[in-house]
């Protein structure tokens, strides 16, 4: 399998100011976005990613999120054998949060 592309709470607030056509992706449960998640993300708890994989774009940069960026790596690395390719957000909701 290839490397999964990391992005950082950084430089996904800098391309999300500019404008750039992003698919965020938040795989966390629900209690978990309950407090929170970044504008514009769409709520795919990672348990049901295998019955949506046929409805992720595939002509978009898909960026998945999680807590600490620890499960969206996984569903990025599942994703792979279907040959979509994800970027996971490194440092997840805890780094972006301290990045405000």
């Known amino acids: 399998m290839n490397e999964i592309p990391q992005m950082t709470p950084q430089e996904l607030r800098k391309r999300l100011a500019a404008g750039e ?9 629900e209690d978990e976005v309950a407090s929170g998640m970044i504008p514009g993300a769409q709520h795919i708890p990672m348990g049901q990613i ?18 600490s960026g620890s499960r969206s790596q996984r569903v990025c690395e599942y ?6 390719r994800g970027t996971n957000l490194s440092g997840g909701m805890i780094e972006w949060n301290e990045t405000e």
Request: glycine content about 6%.
């Open 50 to 67: 295998p019955q949506q994989t046929g409805a992720l774009p595939a002509d978009k940069e898909l960026v998945f999120i999680c807590r």
């Open 21 to 29: 056509e992003l698919v965020l992706i938040d795989v966390r449960e």
């Open 79 to 84: 994703l792979q054998q279907f040959g979509i």
